[in-house]
């Protein structure tokens, strides 16, 4: 039995989307300021990222076209480098990275909730839990059930960016005081670079449902061209409405970015209108999340490489539904434990420590499997994939040099994988 192909373009572009803009894009812009206190190079950090990410977003168009199965960055790993990476990834991923980053956006919710409901601490975690027994449900119902929640709260979060952005740029409100423009440097455009980054990631969630997108050697390619795409245009946008009522000093100064634009631009409601921004953000990242990632494990599971229940689909709804269950709970537990603090210092690291070798992949499967159909080759080759690769090697780099304390965990955390792997190998 496998998992139906149910996702159309509209589906696959709001997951893109939908996982891409979460709170990001209220609270980041206040480091980016710090970093470089000039509008003009905010603007350019911004779309200097957004291209660097589409570089990214284009290696796995091709990949995910030309390898359209269930797992996405897991089967691309097992392709390319073989099964030992792969399952690393899966590893990692499954008890690090993205179930700390669900962690992480369920206890934002609680904790932006507390705007219009007073709550307390242990409250806050139970609406966190809550919110993640929720959204498992839904996803355990069915990819058409997680697609219509994933499709209407990314309508609702870009309507509702669309309002402010729209009272920012056609409002009456007065202009923002003069600010000087600082000195700017390199390592500050580094530092602003790195905040960037990270509000666009979520762009790799499409490659794990390609096995259940319809016509995938179309609709992967132009989803993720697509949900990038707006992606990149709604965070620039944020950023030049941002600037027409704030200064950049003003931006630096506070970190409620978006709360305090919507003030000046909407009036007193402004902050509570950005509180449900976010939060609509928050579910639809959520969401995402737990539709596609439990489709690693599923995919690992079929190799024999993860527990034999995670490779199970449900008989009616046609889902991973131990994998997307077993995940929830994961993540609900480390919600609970606060666990998902100190994990988030080292998610990042690991996550782009794959999606460097990931994108390296597809140089190697260009040799290795020349005969692999390829309805999509990646535009600007080999130049975009040495541009984006760089940068994550950087990145991945950078992180040994600057925080030298999660980069050695998180690579602990990783090769902690290598014994079970080969536990896992002599079971099989």
Same mark, same amino acid.
């Given at each position: ?108 919710? *609680? ?6 409901? @007073?709550? &307390? #601490?242990? $409250?806050?975690?139970?609406?966190? +839990? =809550?919110? /993640? ?38 409002? *009456? ?6 600010? @000087?423009? &600082? #000195?700017? $440097?390199?390592?500050?455009?580094? +530092? =602003?670079? /790195? ?234």
């Amino acid at each position: 039995m496998e998992l139906p192909r149910k996702l159309g373009l509209w589906d696959s572009t709001a997951i893109v989307v939908g996982t891409i803009i979460g709170a990001g894009i209220f609270l980041v812009p206040n480091l980016v300021a710090r970093s470089l206190p000039s509008a003009g190079w905010m603007i350019a950090a911004w779309v200097f990222t957004g291209a660097l990410s589409f570089f990214g977003a284009l290696a796995y168009a091709e990949l995910g076209a030309m390898i359209p199965a269930t797992g996405g960055q897991y089967v691309f790993l097992r392709e390319a480098w073989g099964p030992l990476f792969a399952f690393l990834c899966g590893w990692t991923f499954f008890f690090v990275v993205l179930s700390a980053s669900v962690g992480w956006l369920a206890i934002t919710f *609680a904790t932006y909730l507390a705007y219009f409901v @007073p709550i &307390g #601490p242990a $409250t806050a975690k139970a609406v966190a +839990v =809550a919110l /993640i027994a929720t959204v498992t449900a839904v996803n355990y119902r069915g990819v058409t059930v997680g697609a219509g929640v994933q499709n209407s709260f990314t309508a609702i979060k870009l309507a509702a960016l669309a309002v402010l952005i729209g009272a920012a740029f056609f409002g *009456a409100h007065p202009p923002p005081p003069a600010y @000087p423009p &600082g #000195p700017v $440097t390199l390592s500050g455009f580094g +530092v =602003a670079m /790195i905040s960037c980054v990270l509000s666009y990631d979520g762009w790799v969630a499409l490659s794990f449902v390609a096995g259940e997108v319809k016509n995938p050697k179309r609709n992967l390619p132009l989803a993720i061209a697509l949900g990038l795409g707006v992606a990149i245009a709604v965070y620039v946008l944020a950023i030049v409405a941002y600037l027409r009522v704030l200064s950049v000093g003003e931006i630096a100064a506070t970190e409620r970015v978006g709360a305090l634009a919507a003030e000046r631009s909407l009036g007193a409601a402004g902050g509570n209108f950005v509180a449900f921004s976010i939060l609509m953000s928050i579910v639809g990242g959520i969401n995402g999340w737990c539709m596609t990632a439990p489709r690693i494990y599923f995919a690992q599971a079929r190799d024999g490489l993860f527990f034999k229940r995670f490779a199970a689909i449900h008989p009616r709804f046609e889902t991973p539904y131990i994998s997307i269950v077993m995940f929830g709970a994961w993540s609900a537990l480390l919600a609970i434990t606060g666990t998902y603090e100190s994990l988030a210092s080292y998610a990042m690291f690991a996550a782009w420590a794959f999606y460097a070798l990931t994108t390296l992949g597809l140089v190697v499967l260009r040799y290795k499997r020349p005969d692999l159909p390829r309805p999509y080759r990646m535009t600007g080759y080999p130049a975009t994939l040495a541009i984006f690769a760089l940068v994550a090697i950087g990145f991945v780099v950078n992180t040994f040099v600057a925080t030298p304390r999660p980069a050695v965990i998180g690579s602990f955390l990783i090769l902690s994988g290598v014994p079970v792997y080969f536990l896992w190998k002599t079971r099989v």
